[in-house]
């Protein structure tokens, strides 16, 4: 009787032993990889900003990607910015990125068709990122904010491809101040 009390005994151990380590792996794994959504609010006024001169007035329909290299809410949109891209530039819109002031970093290979901006008149006033600005053909600020709110951008939760739609069929847009709720990352030094 004392053989079948130990094998469930012997059993039983390992089966805690195995569940221990177990929640460790995934504690572990959750610590490192997995990280909470904390949920931001931004103002986005694009009043202060401006193309620079040899971007600006008539011409094509202008996006500004504004990102941080450091700033990990920018995974969450480089797919979409690069169907943008891959859908709009044989339209005619011409895509540029701007990188935080003293950050240090590359935009993914899909993104390489992008035309690097140095400065932007108005740039240290942008509130996060990742941000876009969009210019119309007369070079008008059309639309300044984020991507899209939440944790994540793609076409079905975007406000980028509506307005591309309205500036490509000529209509007039004036979308310059957003408030919005979703990952973002301070753009401003030393905040």
Sequence with gaps: MRQPYRTTLFASLIALICAGVLWAAYDWFQGRYLRAFSEHTAVFSGDLLKLPPDLAGPGPIRLVHFWDPACPCNVGNQQHLSELVEQYAPQGVEFYSLQKSGSHGQLPATLGTMKVINALPGAEHVPASPAVGIWDRSGKLA????????????????????????????????????????CYCSWPEGL
Excluded: D, K, M
């Design 143 to 182: 639309y300044f904010g984020p991507y899209s709110e939440g944790l994540t951008c793609n076409s079905s939760n975007s406000f980028i491809e509506p307005i591309l739609q309205a500036l490509e069929n000529g209509r007039e847009v004036n979308a310059t101040h957003t408030l919005a709720v979703g």
